[in-house]
């Protein structure tokens, strides 16, 4: 379990704009002379792509979740040891687009495995590294997938029924996890919600570091 530093992570529904804001994010504290890492899930070192590649290739539509949900945990505990565990240990401030939230609400939600499981799968991968503060940036699953655009990959592609059940189990996380996980409404300016994220960390910095 790292001592130092800090986790934050972002969360959503398709087309909710994080990783947009996570980067705004990351600009400013980088201005303000925090040592941040900046990375994504699944992905963020070179196995960990290459794992992403094949869960978001659309030509695997018979995947099974359970083989999906262990992939997003193979990549996360790749990451996990080769890149936010240590960044962690220098005292950096971490930010991740996307971490085990989103397996809970992918594959546990919407994909129907078992939330306990997913979990206890998810102590191993991150070695119970666990966010301190979690932006669940949200937004209607319908006017987040027009967002995506036409392209889509293997996930983005699937029904509005799964898309809608991933929101509600993100709001429910959220419900249960409200001093960690922050719901910033998505639809609003730009400006606006990212003033609203930064209230937020600069909040949580000044209490913790
Ligand atoms: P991204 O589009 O936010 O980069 O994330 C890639 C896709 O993977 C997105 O559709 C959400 C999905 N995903 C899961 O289904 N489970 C997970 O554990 C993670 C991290 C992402």
């Given at each position: 379990m790292a001592k130092q530093g800090l986790f934050i992570t972002f969360e959503g529904?398709?087309?909710?704009?994080?990783?947009t804001h996570s980067k705004l994010l990351v600009e400013f504290l980088r201005e303000n002379g925090y040592?941040?890492?900046h990375t994504r899930e699944p992905g963020?070192?070179?196995?960990?792509?290459?794992?992403r590649k094949i869960l978001l290739d659309p030509e695997n539509k018979d995947m099974d979740?359970?083989?999906?949900?262990l992939l997003y945990m193979a990549a996360r505990a790749q990451i996990i040891n080769e890149k936010i565990l240590p960044a962690l240990k220098k005292g950096h401030i971490?930010?991740?687009d996307r971490f085990i939230d989103a397996t809970v609400a992918y594959?546990?939600?919407?994909?129907?495995?078992d939330v306990g499981i997913i979990k206890n799968i998810g102590k191993l991968a991150t070695k119970g590294v666990w966010p301190a503060l979690t932006f669940l940036l949200d937004i209607d699953a319908g006017k987040g997938l027009l967002r995506a655009g036409r392209d889509k990959d293997r996930i983005e592609k699937r029904s509005l029924a799964y898309h809608n059940k991933v929101r509600k189990g993100y709001l429910s996380i959220a419900r249960k996890d409200s001093r960690r996980v922050k719901i910033i409404t998505a639809l609003g300016d730009i400006t606006?919600?990212?003033?609203?994220?930064?209230e937020a960390m600069l909040k949580y910095i000044n209490f913790k570091i």
């Open positions: 529904p398709e087309g909710s704009g994080k990783t040592k941040v890492l963020g070192t070179s196995i960990s792509e290459k794992i979740v359970v083989c999906e949900m971490v930010i991740c594959q546990g939600y919407a994909g129907g495995l606006e919600t990212q003033e609203k994220i930064r």
